[in-house]
C-alpha cells in the first residue's frame, strides 16, 4: 500500500498492486485494474518511488522471514 494525496489535500492509501496505468495530463491520473481512476498531486515519478519502497519493504520482509 502506498501513501498518496488527492488534489483537495486529502491523504489515502491505495493498493500499488492494483495500479495499471499512470499518466500525467499534468496532473497524476493512476488508473487502477479494477478501472477506478484517482487524480493525485504527486508525480509519476514521485508514485514510482513510493511503489518501489513499498516493494522493497515486501522483499526485505521476506529475506529476514524465510
Known sequence: M???TRLNGKNFVL???LI??????PDTVITLTTGHKYLVK???????DKIYAYKRKIVAG???NP
Open 15 to 17: 493498493n500499488a498492486e
Open 2 to 4: 502506498i501513501d498518496v
Open 62 to 64: 521476506m529475506i529476514s
Open 42 to 48: 504527486e508525480s509519476v515519478d514521485e508514485v514510482l
Open 20 to 25: 495499471e496505468v499512470m499518466e500525467e495530463t
